[in-house]
């Protein structure tokens, strides 16, 4: 095993990371902070995802676009159309408890996912968008270009974080907080607990979006076996709760945590015999349930468990 | 003391490596989606692979008498896993080439992640996704089947061969219907034929009634129809029939299944015919390999794409034979150079023949079970496509195209 090969299986190990720490940070604006129970990411990450590549693929005869745009563009065309989705979802969906929400959320995604396939003029369907590219392709090339991709990644990863973290500490945090905690007793306050929860869903749905833009980047070809729920709604879930929910660095270090434990199975089956290799991936499979499970059984409140800061109240006297 | 040891030790690193470099083993990487959708076909696929595997080890092995060693990783037959999956053979594994991924969307995602950027080969046994032909990929991602463009363009000719210039199309919405159909589309009409009626339909509705009252306008001679027998494809030829709109279907591979024999009987299928891709007409080598293939594994040699799997991994191994050592730019501007005429030919089970002919200097050119694999300049193969006709309970073979 060579160094470079090493660093550069990092490089590729922490773009993936960054794309589902965003996921995962964005998960915990609505899970952790609102105790909304979304289970239709996969939905926003496609609607952000497709909203990217067309924004910033060259123009193209299979479907609408593309316009050949800046990718920052493209970034925000994608959260802020994930957003308006979420929007228009929260309006009707948010008033539901917990696991109505859920379910509704479940059959949103489903429908995008649909629409993705069958609306060709818009997504070219099954057959994906390709040619989508990469920030500052143009000057870096081949192990260059992910290192840039890497850096650029991570940028997002910490803008997203910083957002998250300010959400958090602010009044409208703790609003968050005491609705998810009490409705009633936030309501009782005065709170506009529906408006608020619909302003989490919203800004969580944002970031899944830029999630999904990122990886159309990364892959620069977008088609809708990248939108498999397993990979992405279940898997940010175990992240947010193997990591922690409610916390942000918990959020982020899940993430890294259960991919780390995803991929890096993976390096320790295929010491098995060759034989063994159709095998060893369904052991693969079976190794990442167990340590979900010990995780999980161990660390109930996940690795780094949610700690709310103190109210700044000066006392008088 | 302190000095001996590390003498010691770094004369046995220097041995070690010394040793390394005389009978160099080569790692090929291999992308499959082991668990995922495509789990029930991977098991024939992956045996396939390692019989070429097996092949080059009896054959006294590769870069004068390495070991061939194939690195099985589970890409999931989706985008996110098989990058992952690539990223681990290429940086870790340090893998020459890469031999996979199967699906389209899983072998594109890994290629533009990982293998373009790190410049390694890749070759796909199965994908065939239009939008490969025209990726930017600085020549290092290939496939052995054909892009499902390739059969709309020739059942265009097949069809104006057969004298039918007016024909209406049926099609089902997925990536297979909607590939095929446009480029039949726009290749019939370039040659001259007339298309009366172009349709979509969602597969596996009760009643094409509908659909096919309109496609029947305009006086067509037949229907082409791409579609799955099992799914929409019987359903579809059966109401024709019953509403006596149309007598005369052109079907692609999908339709071209017993099934639609058993529902619709042959005497009604007597006009019709089928185009799907086939192998080369005079195949020994394949069929040779079928048999060793079923003698190894016990069955399995007549399932999808396992002929394909073996090409795919033994076009890597006389690519790597031909580069001469590991260095990754050289297998990949080696590929061609074994795989395309002009050359001596060699097939599969005949390494040994094809590592002496490369030793004596001579251009080879690998036919392999699943087709001659001349590689055009977008890594793409032309192929075969045969044309079936129903005969008594199953089709037959009347004419190769390519």
């Known amino acids: ?317 | 003391m302190k000095k001996p040891i590390l003498a010691v030790a770094l004369s046995a690193l220097l041995a070690a490596q010394a040793g390394f470099a005389a009978a160099e083993d080569v790692k090929v990487g291999t992308v499959m989606g082991i668990t995922g959708p495509l789990a029930n076909f991977i098991p024939p696929i992956l045996n396939a692979a390692k019989l070429a595997e097996a092949d080059v080890n009896a054959g006294g092995g590769i870069l004068g008498g390495g070991k061939f060693e194939l690195v099985v990783a589970d890409g999931q037959a989706a985008a996110q896993p098989s990058v992952d999956a690539a990223t681990k053979l290429v940086n870790l594994e340090n893998v020459a080439a890469v031999m996979g991924a199967l699906s389209s969307g899983a072998t594109i995602a890994a290629a533009n992640a990982v293998t373009i950027p790190n410049g390694v080969l890749q070759v796909s046994p199965t994908a065939t996704s239009p939008a490969m032909t025209d990726m930017d990929d600085g020549d290092f991602l290939y496939r052995i089947v054909p892009s499902d463009n390739y059969q709309g363009e020739v059942l265009a000719r097949i069809v104006l061969d057969e004298g039918i210039n007016k024909v209406a199309v049926a099609y089902v919405n997925n990536d297979y219907g909607v590939g095929i159909a446009g480029t039949f589309k726009e290749n019939f009409e370039k040659l001259g034929g007339t298309i009366t009626g172009y349709e979509k339909h969602e597969d596996k509705k009760n009643s094409y009634r509908g659909e096919l009252a309109t496609l029947a306008n305009g006086d067509p001679e037949a229907l082409v129809l791409i579609a799955y027998a099992g799914g929409s494809g019987a359903k579809i030829v059966k109401q024709s029939l019953e509403a006596g709109l149309f007598d005369r279907f052109i079907g692609t591979d999908g339709l071209r299944d017993d099934l639609l024999i058993e529902q619709v009987g042959a005497e009604a299928l007597a006009t019709s015919f089928f185009s799907a891709p086939t192998s080369p007409a005079e195949n020994p080598a394949g069929d040779a390999l079928h048999k060793r293939f079923d003698e190894v594994y016990g069955e399995g040699s007549d399932k999808p794409f396992v002929d394909q799997s073996y090409d795919a991994t033994m076009l890597i191994a006389l690519a790597i034979e031909k580069a001469g050592s590991t260095d990754r730019t050289a297998i990949k501007d080696a590929l061609r150079f074994v795989a395309n005429a002009p050359g001596e030919i060699v097939g599969p089970g005949e390494w040994e023949k094809a590592v002496k002919l490369l030793a004596e200097g001579k251009d080879i050119n690998y036919e392999g079970a699943a087709g001659s694999h001349e590689f055009d300049d977008n890594g793409d193969v032309a192929g075969f496509i045969g044309k079936f006709v129903v005969e008594g309970d199953s089709y037959k073979q009347i004419a190769i195209f390519e």
């Open chain 1, 1 to 317: 095993m060579e160094l470079s090969g090493m660093l550069f299986y990092l490089v590729s190990f922490l773009i993936m990371g960054g794309i589902y720490s965003v996921i995962c940070l964005a998960l915990n604006m609505q899970w952790g902070f609102g105790g909304l129970f979304n289970a239709g990411i996969a939905g926003f990450y496609a609607v952000g995802a497709y909203s990217a590549a067309i924004i910033t693929s060259a123009n193209s005869a299979n479907h609408v676009g593309g316009f050949d745009l800046p990718i920052v563009v493209g970034l925000i065309v994608a959260g802020i159309l994930s957003g308006i989705v979420g929007w228009a979802i929260a309006r009707i969906c948010v008033r539901l408890k917990a696991d109505y929400l859920a379910m509704a959320s479940i059959g949103i995604a489903e429908i995008i996912r649909l629409a993705v396939i069958n609306e060709e003029w818009l997504t070219n369907g099954s057959l994906g968008v390709s040619r989508i590219p990469r920030p500052l392709e143009d000057f870096f090339t081949g192990r260059e270009s992910e290192l840039v991709f890497f850096i650029f990644v991570w940028i997002i990863v910490a803008i997203t974080f910083w957002v998250a973290h300010r959400l958090y500490k602010s009044p409208w945090g703790r609003v968050m907080r005491a609705i998810r905690d009490n409705e009633a007793a936030a309501e009782s306050v005065g709170k506009d607990v529906q408006s608020f929860r619909i302003q989490s869903f919203v800004i969580g749905a944002i970031f899944m979006g830029v999630a999904g833009a990122l990886s159309a980047h990364y892959f620069k070809f977008f088609s809708p076996d990248a939108t498999e729920p397993l990979l992405i709604t279940f898997l940010a879930w175990v992240m947010l709760i193997a990591g922690g929910s409610g916390n942000n660095k918990g959020a982020v270090a899940g993430a890294l945590i259960i991919w780390a434990i995803w991929s890096m199975t993976e390096i320790i089956t295929q010491q098995l015999p060759p034989d063994w290799a159709t095998r060893s991936s369904y052991i693969r499979m079976l190794l990442i349930g167990l340590f979900l499970q010990f995780v999980l059984q161990r660390f109930r409140a996940g690795l780094f468990p949610e700690k709310a800061p103190k109210l700044n109240v000066k006392s008088h006297g």
